[in-house]
């Protein structure tokens, strides 16, 4: 007659077979590379390059007020190709890149 009620601990490690280690599972310590050898010590506080945030931009729009090379202008539109703006500065038109805007 060996069927146990337990109260909680012992059943949830035989519902998942008992294994703890899983892919997603991070663990603290050391990093170590994937055949487990320590690294070196110039790699050791190294960032992934993936990792990194990725960078976002402002969305612009219409009689906005924007900073290009110092100077006060207002945003006029987008032209469209993902890279260039037009932008109204002492009432000439200027083409600059999205990225020199602040």
């Not at 280690?21 to 110039?42: C, F, N, Q, Y």
């Not at 969305?59 to 469209?80: E, H, Q």
Request: some cysteine; overall charge positive; aromatic content about 4%.
């Amino acid at each position: 007659m060996g069927i146990a009620i337990g109260c909680g601990t012992g059943e949830q490690g035989a519902s998942t077979g008992g294994s703890v280690s899983d892919s997603s599972v991070h663990m603290t310590g050391r990093s170590r590379l994937p055949g487990g050898e320590p690294r070196k010590a110039s790699q050791r506080n190294k960032r992934n390059v993936g990792s990194a945030p990725a960078k976002l931009s402002p969305v612009w729009r219409a009689s906005m007020p924007v900073l290009w090379s110092g100077r006060a202008g207002v945003f006029r539109r987008d032209v469209g190709d993902g890279e260039h703006a037009e932008v109204v500065i002492d009432g000439r038109v200027y083409r600059v890149r999205l990225r020199e805007l602040s």
